[in-house]
């Protein structure tokens, strides 16, 4: 079994208030599980929201006044 975090430990992990979390798991952005009443998130969910959002930087270089990617 997957290990399930709280909301509040969700925003900690995040880095966020407890606010975010809720607000990923009320627009259906984020997997979560409900056990009875409580909501619990799977890590993995939290691992793949954070590389969805990640963004590798890009090198770029001058040649001739323009920029060549």
Request: cysteine-free.
């Given at each position: 079994m997957e290990r399930?975090?709280?909301?509040?430990?969700?925003?900690?992990?995040?880095?966020?208030?407890?606010?975010?979390?809720?607000?990923?798991?009320?627009?259906?952005?984020?997997?979560?599980?409900?056990?009875?009443?409580?909501?619990?998130?799977?890590?993995?969910a939290l691992e793949?929201?954070?590389?969805?959002?990640?963004?590798?930087?890009?090198?770029?270089?001058?040649?001739?006044?323009?920029?060549?990617?």
């Open positions: 399930l975090v709280s909301v509040a430990d969700a925003a900690t992990m995040l880095g966020t208030t407890t606010r975010f979390p809720r607000r990923l798991i009320s627009e259906r952005r984020i997997r979560f599980v409900r056990v009875g009443r409580h909501v619990r998130i799977p890590v993995s793949e929201f954070v590389a969805d959002g990640t963004v590798e930087p890009i090198s770029i270089r001058w040649e001739g006044g323009k920029v060549v990617t």
